[in-house]
């Protein structure tokens, strides 16, 4: 399980982290601001990363104030001091606003407690407030500590050795409300906390038919209201960078009345607590309230989420941002130059970048003055491109025009769910079926996979019969693993018969399978010259041309769930291991994610070959660890990565050889990593990529009207995806040569890059490609 093999072909200008060092360096960590989910990752992956280069790391508690105030706040970190923090929600090492450093005097203390213990590297996790105090910090660090030695507190040699402080930041705030970001830690489970609320009060307004109001943090940034008004579906939303137009009142109560016509038992309007109108009045829950109930009569409720929203255990994905980010952040101090501004860890697609700290901290008050002087459209706009994209997908999905006001295309699109139930399948239907509609298109479902399109088990859907349908798992169309192979004559006869003009496949490695045959029968059956697009949704997340499926993200929170109480029933007997398989069939992202995730000691995947000595060699592992205070071991295994070493043997092994030392427990996690409800991440990109499908099928059918065109190029059958930043469509014809056909698998998967991450953080040598480390880029505006 050693990853000490360099990958990289001879004498390529590939780096390693082997070639940094950290010997003699002093690495500060601190907290700031309003704390986050995700914080302790960060501070965890800090700490061991730092001891891994050989620095030397020490905590900084209570934020600022224990900076300024010294002594015992400032204390040395050791690997066993951040074990078991994973899974706890806040921050281990306090935070506290800090008024003493917002003065000369109170940075002038600090710089001297700093330099006590020969700390020049710091690292900062807070909002853009705790990022600006330490970008100051920095410019003045030369002045402070002339001025120290004029003091006669450190001497002529201190100012030379210590002369420049370098800083790096990671932004932790749930309102995610930081420029050059797409997510800063702890948003995403923020969403949890909201969304889990949202389903709890959907099921009691329906029982009563009540229209309810909810309260979402957010005072400058309404991201959180957006993104939960988009993964529930709610009536109405207001957030600050968007307020009503004049006459929302009216507009508002017309929605509402109009949404209990249609059969629908109750009425969701999300607020964030920064709700302003168009003379950046506030507009509170009260007020809404008060609105609905003189206006309409009806049964209303207020709910303030408050600061639940802070609080519970890190989501999957927090934990693997703050992850990675702690990392990156101690690479970037040890690569950075008395020339190097101070930088920000951030995320961008799905690959981590660092930014000048000042440029993002500029643009983000930028958003702030544009909100001030009323220039929305520009405050908007400044929040980037997913927020952009966010608020106008919830605009098409929440509003329908009459239908008089929708021209007609004359074209029937077909939606059809293939492969495996993944969470999230129902919220890309829903969002297919309302673009779809809004696009003037007659939207078609198929049910039961292609078994039941051959059997012609198809039916118009309209905008109402997918309401509701974002937060339920499973898929409510109906799937199946079986191919179109063998029904092309009676797949092709029922295409005919509905005059379906394009389809949009939501399935995972079937599906695929499945459009390159209805592709490679175009010569054959000209039924399918028509557009077809594929959304990936597996669990297994092992579709060709695409980072992410929907599902994956529900399915590792399910494994990282489990594996947190499964880790706590440990602490009690103390010194056991255990050995858990999950699913994945032989693609090992849900194993390794799920590793990074838990804080598992080793992860078996198929792409990775092991022998037995890997096993010995963990074994030892567990055993040496066994003599800490840490007194407990975590294996995921996949449920395909051996033909021979099985879960069964790796138990009996694990068993036998660490007699008198630890006990050993298996759990299969099986299939409840397809079921429950979908998270936000899967509701929401479900939700987005589904749409973005809809707007290229109807793009396709434009360009064909009239004139009767037969789509047979490779450009009209392809797999929708999201590769490194962008959202891409690539033929399916080009992502052949891109696919282990017999292990199910895309031949080069992006995450195999983080592997070696989680063998660092579990105290494994590993060599770590830091190449796409290091450059310094500059934030976009309009497209962060």
């Given at each position: 399980m050693d990853a000490d093999d360099s990958r990289a072909p001879k004498g390529s200008l590939r780096k390693f982290l082997e070639h940094l060092s950290g010997a003699g360096k002093a690495i500060g960590v601190l907290t700031s601001g309003g704390d986050a989910q995700g914080m302790n990752a960060a501070v965890r992956a800090v700490v061991r990363m730092g001891i891994y280069v050989g620095a030397k790391v020490y905590f900084i508690y209570e934020g600022y104030q224990g900076m300024v105030d010294g002594g015992a706040n400032i204390a040395e970190a050791d690997w066993e001091s951040v074990s078991s923090i994973l899974q706890v929600g806040g921050t281990i090492i306090g935070s506290a606003r800090c008024q003493a450093f917002r003065t000369r005097e109170g940075r002038l203390k600090a710089a001297c407690n700093l330099l006590q213990r020969g700390i020049t590297n710091l690292c900062v996790i807070g909002g853009d407030g705790s990022l600006t105090g330490a970008n100051l910090f920095r410019k003045e660090w030369s002045g402070l500590l002339e001025e120290l030695a004029r003091n006669g507190q450190i001497d002529k040699e201190a100012v030379q050795k210590y002369a420049y402080l370098n800083v790096v930041g990671m932004v932790g705030s749930i309102d995610n409300d930081f420029c050059g970001t797409d997510m800063t830690i702890g948003t995403d489970s923020a969403l949890h906390r909201i969304i889990e609320v949202i389903d709890a009060i959907m099921t009691t307004a329906q029982s009563h038919q009540r229209t309810f109001v909810l309260e979402v943090m957010g005072r400058h940034c309404g991201?959180?209201?957006?993104?939960?008004?988009l993964a529930c579906g709610a009536d109405w939303v207001f957030l600050p960078e968007s307020?009503?137009?004049?006459?929302?009142?009216?507009?508002?109560?017309?929605?509402?009345?109009?949404?209990?016509?249609?059969?629908k038992r109750l009425n969701i309007i999300i607020v964030a607590e920064g709700a302003i109108d168009t003379q950046n009045k506030p507009i509170t829950s009260e007020k809404i309230k008060e609105l609905v109930v003189t206006q309409l009569g009806y049964d209303t409720r207020v709910t303030i989420l408050g600061h639940v929203q802070r609080g519970g255990t890190p989501s999957a994905f927090d934990r693997i941002l703050a992850s990675r980010m702690g990392v990156e952040a101690v690479i970037a101090l040890l690569e950075a130059t008395p020339d190097t501004p101070a930088c920000v860890v951030s995320l961008n697609g799905n690959h981590a970048v660092r930014l000048p700290l000042m440029e993002c901290v500029q643009m983000t008050q930028d958003v702030q003055k544009a909100m001030d002087e009323?220039?929305?459209?520009?405050?908007?706009?400044?929040?980037?491109?997913?927020?952009?994209?966010?608020?106008?997908?919830?605009?098409?999905l929440a509003i329908k025009l009459p239908d008089d006001q929708i021209p007609k295309t004359n074209c029937n699109v077909a939606v059809i769910n293939v492969g495996a139930p993944a969470a999230g399948m129902n919220a890309a239907v829903r969002s297919a079926v309302r673009v779809g509609i809004a696009d003037g298109h007659r939207m078609l479902a198929i049910y039961d996979g292609f078994d039941g399109f051959a059997k012609g088990q198809i039916k118009e859907i309209g905008w109402t019969d997918v309401g509701g349908w974002t937060g339920q798992g499973g898929s409510i169309l109906g799937t199946k693993r079986i191919l179109p192979g063998k029904y092309l004559e009676e797949i092709a006869t029922q295409m005919r018969t509905h005059s379906i003009n394009a389809l949009l496949i939501i399935g995972g490695f079937e599906?695929?399978?499945?459009?390159?045959?209805?592709?490679?029968?175009?010569?054959?059956h000209e039924e399918f010259c028509v557009p077809m697009v594929m959304v990936p949704a597996t669990v297994s997340n092992n579709v060709p041309g695409s980072d992410f499926s929907i599902g994956a993200d529900t399915a590792l929170n399910t494994i990282t769930d489990t594996c947190d109480r499964i880790k706590q029933s440990a602490s009690g007997t103390k010194r056991r291991v255990f050995i858990?398989?999950?699913?994945?069939?032989?693609?090992?992202?849900?194993?390794?994610?799920?590793g990074l995730a838990a804080g598992a000691d080793a992860a078996y995947i198929f792409e990775e070959p092991f022998d037995i000595r890997d096993l010995q060699s963990n074994v030892e592992h567990l055993t040496e660890k066994m003599k800490t205070t840490i007194q407990r071991g975590l294996v995921l295994?996949?449920?395909?990565?051996?033909?021979?070493?099985?879960?069964d043997f790796i138990y009996q092994l694990y068993s036998e050889e660490g007699k008198g030392v630890f006990d050993c427990r298996k759990n299969v996690l099986g299939h409840m990593q397809q079921g429950g409800a979908p998270s936000p991440f899967d509701r929401n990109f479900g939700t987005k990529i589904s749409a973005r499908a809809m707007e290229w099928i109807t793009a396709k059918l434009k360009e064909a009207r009239g004139r009767g065109k037969k789509f047979t190029t490779d450009d009209s059958v392809c797999v929708l995806g999201i590769s490194k930043r962008n959202v891409i469509f690539q033929p399916v014809a080009e992502l052949k040569q891109q696919t282990d056909f017999e292990h199910r698998i895309p031949k080069e998967q992006w995450w195999l890059k983080l592997r070696p991450l989680m063998k660092i953080l579990a105290k494994y040598k590993a060599s770590y490609d830091v190449s796409d480390s290091g450059q310094l880029e500059h934030v976009q505006p309009w497209s962060v």
């Open positions: 991201y959180l209201a957006l993104v939960s008004a307020p009503p137009e004049q006459g929302w009142e009216e507009q508002m109560c017309v929605k509402l009345s109009e949404n209990r016509a249609r059969k009323r220039r929305f459209q520009d405050a908007v706009r400044l929040r980037g491109r997913s927020f952009e994209g966010n608020l106008n997908t919830y605009k098409r599906a695929y399978l499945g459009l390159l045959e209805l592709s490679a029968a175009r010569e054959k858990i398989e999950t699913m994945g069939g032989y693609c090992g992202y849900l194993a390794n994610m799920g295994r996949n449920e395909s990565c051996s033909e021979n070493y099985t879960t």
